[in-house]
């Protein structure tokens, strides 16, 4: 553990000492990832979002030498992290770049008919946050990006740029439910392609500059912290990909296997609950979470990340 001194709030304010595990992920409810998860020595599984490999190492640690765990990540320069993470694990840890939604391929590719067990804790890790160069946070500067594999699709700066101020207000609402989304959107909007901000800070500032100021000092958030996510939520087609990926888990998954969802926004979250419940409904499923389960009050003190974590799980019926 290292100490990390004095947090503090985004206008200066001092709210508390930060701890972190030397500027690594830490993953979040490893418990209940490993107790619904269930995995036995020889089993082969599917990370989907492997990340820096934090869940991929407590699993491998279980599957044993004669297990295999299949790790896939959209952003190729994450993976280069979990690569050296799961080292130890040799041809046990197999990992791929790739979306979620592209399992099949990848299954295909190795070879690989089904698999026992589908991890997904969806969004981003804080290694990408924490990297300036991505432009994720309004908290360093870099470009207005977002992009998790950046070998594709479009910046947020051109999603600015192209989106309509209608589908701007919409996505801020939804994705972000930010309360000022018409005159973000409508400011943006009314900019000139050159004046459109080319960076986090520059964002950031207009989005500060929109918001009343008698609301600015009452909150812990930073203004602009709603728009980034929504930005971020549609730059990567966050849902989209996570409605196409489920069908894509039950198919990959033997009679019996288990998949395990974490997500850390409600739209997510009702996507995999809807898709649970009907599938439970279907017969599909054998068992599914009727609650979320949550972080406990020790792993959010440790992790303020999980706070927001929401954790499903389903079991896939023996007669599928
Ligand atoms: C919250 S982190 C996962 C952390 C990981 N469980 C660990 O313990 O280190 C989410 C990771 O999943 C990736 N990711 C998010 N959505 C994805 C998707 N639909 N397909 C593939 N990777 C995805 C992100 O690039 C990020 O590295």
């Known amino acids: 553990m290292v100490l990390l001194g004095t947090v503090r709030r985004w206008d200066g304010v001092a709210v508390g000492q930060a701890v972190s595990i030397d500027r690594v992920h830490e993953p979040v409810m490893v418990g209940q990832v490993l107790g619904n998860l269930s995995p036995e020595p020889g089993q082969t599984l599917l990370d989907l979002t492997v990340g820096a490999g934090g869940h991929a190492a407590q699993l491998l640690e279980r599957l044993g030498a004669g297990g295999v765990l299949?790790?896939?990540?959209r952003d190729p320069a994450i993976l280069q992290v979990a690569r050296r993470v799961l080292a130890p694990f040799g041809a046990s840890a197999i990992l791929r770049t790739a979306r979620s939604d592209a399992l099949r391929a990848v299954l295909r590719d190795l070879k690989?008919?089904?698999v026992n067990g589908v991890l997904m804790d969806l969004g981003v890790s804080s290694l990408q946050i924490d990297e300036a160069a991505r432009g994720f946070s309004w908290r360093g500067e870099g470009p207005l990006d977002m992009r998790?594999?950046?070998?594709?699709?479009?910046?947020?700066?051109?999603?600015?740029?192209t989106m309509s101020e209608q589908e701007l207000v919409h996505i801020l609402f939804r994705y972000g439910e930010e309360p000022f989304a018409r005159r973000i959107a409508k400011e943006l909007k009314a900019l000139s392609r050159g004046a459109m901000p080319r960076t986090t800070t520059e964002l950031a500032q207009l989005v500060e500059r929109i918001v009343p100021s008698r609301l600015k000092g009452r909150s812990s958030v930073h203004p602009a912290t709603r728009v980034f996510q929504a930005l971020r939520i549609a730059v990567n087609d966050e849902l989209g990909t996570l409605e196409r990926t489920l069908p894509e888990i039950e198919q990959a998954l033997v009679p019996g296997g288990r998949v395990v969802v974490i997500s850390f926004h409600s739209l997510e979250d009702r996507i995999v609950k809807d898709y649970f419940r009907s599938g439970r409904q279907a017969g599909v499923f054998s068992e599914v979470a009727r609650k979320p389960l949550c972080a406990d009050e020790a792993e959010v003190q440790r992790n303020p990340r999980s706070r927001s974590a929401k954790l499903r799980f389903a079991v896939k019926a023996l007669a599928a």
Do not use: K, N, S
């Open 70 to 73: 299949v790790g896939i990540d």
């Open 112 to 114: 690989i008919t089904a």
């Open 148 to 161: 998790m594999d950046a070998t594709q699709g479009r910046t947020a700066r051109e999603l600015l740029l």
